[in-house]
């Protein structure tokens, strides 16, 4: 968790923070991850601190609980401000099982060349989020009777300062009514069964629930807050958010620790089996739908566009079904105890007539019911489609012997991301998906949220098959948004193929390496780094026998007679692919680059250029400035390239849906979505869905800017 006061934020494009402090708190091991952020981002001002270590008596005086060979730690509040205050409870597993853990870990990690691995794979941290308490009701009339005169020594009274009034002191216990009682909500993150007595058996629930009344949920505190006119105060937990997977709730250990805080708390389950299957994003995923009406094999429909019950007899927050978007508030608490969360899902915890409410933004979507709205409300998108499929069908352009010879199963290219800096609305930042089905498959960048862009495209199912699958990931450079998430991608994979998970080669830009080298200290992630230097077809240096083994493997598995990288003119170290096929096809990405020779002379004639357009044609001046193309230049290049096929990605995020469409646009571009699935076979067809998708678009064309420019 962070805590910070920021006076003025500045993007440079790397996530770069000045005039900011920041402090971040975690167990053991988060430094790991600064010492990795550093690598793409300027970090003054931000600051890591573990939880677990032996602190500065002035920090953190820690006290620990143990029961057998378990311990907890309870530090003082990490976070205290005006509204609330966060303590951190850090668990530890049992040293039986953590023994066998970490020694998994450690022989997981050798691959990596770490060997912090220990520390950081066993510890877990949960939170108690306490709000301030507030006054009671002020009571005039009370006041008045005690001869206070109304005014200002009213307003002290409510600040709980004693006034004097007619004959006395009058304090301000006198004139109000008993405070409630403040709020207090628990973030229970209990990884593995190993740490459950560590939790059970923690000091700091001991405010909560006493071992002689253990359906209490609060006591009496004997310090006298003086804000509330020096009442005693009752603590209380409103409710506590679960993290942990649903083998450890099932226990029989974590059930009695839940009843012990008794019936009156509400629980709030986040985990895959409690939380039902759903989209979380209905807007891309409407747009999804909407695309879909233009051509169904080139935009298919997203994975869990309907909701599903959840398994375990957990309520869903989402009871009646709205639309998407309309946030729904509950006029009484919930009827039960037990909450399947949700994405976006509010639990209220003031004022006190909305306290122990459930908001929710609803999530079902019908794709019939989307469709049928586009087809009432713009028949001319359906208008525009049914005229591209007959274009399409009479073009009498050259088609590439790779591509009218191409089979089902050649090759099919997946947008994961195709907006720039940041996600946004719509677009998620760049990753690519080469799928060469029964071969398997690479990405091309693997910005954040790759992962769960995956999955929406192909299922949860699938996604552990193509992850499993995956050849390599090949990183253009080291700014975040092409590279974030793959520490998260790396993570499942290991988890997916367990102890004898293979490592999975990694080509990028030097300082990767050190990043995946901290991030592989907090879990396993078995890789192997290579250099992109060892990938241009002239390299300074020899390229070592080990690469020369990874690439030749990978090669042969993708069935690509090239795998290159060609340097362009963006960032240090930033790097173009050239991929081709033993079947004839091949392939350019241009990672982010201003126009340059050499991708030129590197895409010629290619079958599909795909090439970043960061910005529209009239800004560039921005587009100098931070080494991007305009969508003209993209066009240009594609032309110089004599490419088949030409797909614009890498777009500002000031563009909602759609970058404008340009006059430059020639009879070869396409403008890439997320989820976009173009298969080789449909690479002739693809310039004729501009129109259709402009006039889809144009209903939020020209929103203003309200995100940051990359």
């Not at 209990?190 to 253990?214: G, I």
């Not at 409690?274 to 094999?297: F, G, H, R």
Request: hydrophobic residues 40%; neutral net charge.
């Amino acid at each position: 968790m962070a805590d910070s006061s920021l006076s003025q934020h500045v993007d440079t494009g790397l996530g770069a923070v000045t005039n900011c402090r920041a402090d971040v708190y975690g167990p053991k091991g988060i430094q790991h991850l600064g010492n990795a952020m550093e690598c793409f981002m300027r970090m003054k001002g931000i600051n890591f601190h573990e939880l677990g270590t032996t602190p500065p008596a002035q920090s953190l005086s820690a006290v620990t609980g143990s029961r057998g060979d378990s311990q907890a730690l309870v530090s003082p509040a990490i976070l205290q401000s005006e509204a609330v205050s966060i303590s951190p409870v850090v668990l530890y597993p049992a040293a039986t099982s953590a023994a066998a853990d970490l020694a998994n870990a450690s022989k997981r990690q050798k691959v990596e060349g770490t060997t912090e691995a220990s520390a950081a794979v066993s510890m877990a941290a949960c939170y108690i989020c306490r709000l301030t308490s507030v006054p009671g009701k002020f009571l005039p009339q009370k006041a008045k009777e005690l001869g206070v005169p109304p005014g200002p020594l009213f307003g002290k009274l409510k600040a709980g300062i004693a006034v004097q009034g007619k004959d006395r002191l009058v304090q301000p216990a006198e004139v109000l009514e008993a405070a409630p009682a403040a709020p207090v909500v628990i973030i229970a993150d209990c990884p593995s069964s190993s740490h459950v007595p560590s939790l059970v058996s923690s000091p700091a629930w001991a405010a909560f629930t006493t071992p002689s009344t253990p359906q209490s949920t609060s006591i009496t505190s004997s310090t006298p807050d003086p804000s509330v006119g020096g009442k005693p105060v009752q603590e209380h937990v409103n409710c506590i958010v679960h993290l942990a997977p649903p083998q450890v709730v099932e226990t029989e250990q974590y059930q009695q620790w839940m009843a012990g805080f008794g019936s009156t708390v509400k629980h709030v389950h986040v985990n895959a089996k409690a939380v039902p299957e759903t989209y979380p994003l209905p807007s891309p995923a409407t747009l999804q739908m909407k695309l879909n009406c233009i051509d169904a094999k080139v935009f298919p429909l997203p994975y869990n566009v309907t909701s599903a019950q959840p398994s375990g007899g957990l309520q869903q927050s989402t009871a009646q079904p709205q639309p998407a978007s309309q946030l729904q508030a509950t006029a009484q608490p919930q009827s039960t105890s037990q909450l399947a969360g949700s994405n976006l899902m509010k639990y209220n915890l003031r004022p006190a007539a909305r306290v122990d409410t459930v908001e929710h933004v609803a999530q079902p979507l019908s794709v019939s019911e989307v469709q049928a709205e586009l087809r009432r409300e713009m028949p001319e998108v359906l208008e525009a489609a049914k005229r591209a499929q007959g274009d399409a069908s009479c073009t009498t352009g050259q088609v590439p012997l790779a591509v009218s010879q191409a089979g089902d199963e050649e090759l099919e290219v997946v947008f994961l991301g195709t907006g720039s800096a940041m996600p946004s609305k719509y677009r998620n930042v760049t990753s690519i998906y080469i799928n060469r089905f029964q071969r398997g498959g690479m990405l091309l960048d693997c910005g954040e949220g790759t992962l769960g862009q995956l999955t929406r495209r192909f299922g949860a199912a699938k996604v552990k098959q193509i992850v499993c699958g995956l050849a390599c990931v090949w990183v253009s450079h080291i700014h975040a948004d092409h590279h974030a998430g793959l520490p998260r991608l790396l993570a499942a994979r290991a988890n997916w193929l367990g102890p004898g998970c293979p490592p999975l080669p990694v080509f990028g830009p030097w300082p990767l390496e050190r990043i995946l080298l901290n991030m592989a200290a907090l879990e396993p992630m078995p890789h192997l780094f290579f250099n992109q230097t060892s990938l241009v077809a002239h390299p300074k240096e020899q390229p070592s026998p080990g690469f020369l083994a990874a690439l030749n493997k990978v090669k042969s598995q993708l069935g690509l007679k090239t795998l290159q990288s060609v340097l362009v003119v963006h960032c240090a170290h930033a790097y173009a692919a050239v991929l081709e096929g033993e079947a004839g096809w091949k392939l350019v990405f241009s990672g982010d680059t201003r126009p340059c020779d050499q991708l030129v002379a590197a895409a010629q004639h290619a079958t599909l250029l795909i090439h970043e357009a960061t910005f529209e044609d009239e800004l560039i001046e921005d587009a100098k400035a931070k080494r991007h193309s305009l969508t003209c230049e993209a066009v240009e290049i594609g032309s110089k390239s004599k490419a088949y096929r030409t797909i614009l990605t890498h777009f500002s995020q000031r563009y909602p849906k759609i970058p404008k469409i340009e006059s430059s646009f020639l009879a070869t571009t396409c403008i890439a979505f997320d989820l976009m699935s173009i298969n080789l076979q449909d690479l002739p067809r693809l310039p004729f869905h501009v129109p259709a998708v402009a006039l889809l678009c144009k209903d939020v064309a020209d929103e203003p800017d309200d995100t940051p420019n990359p």
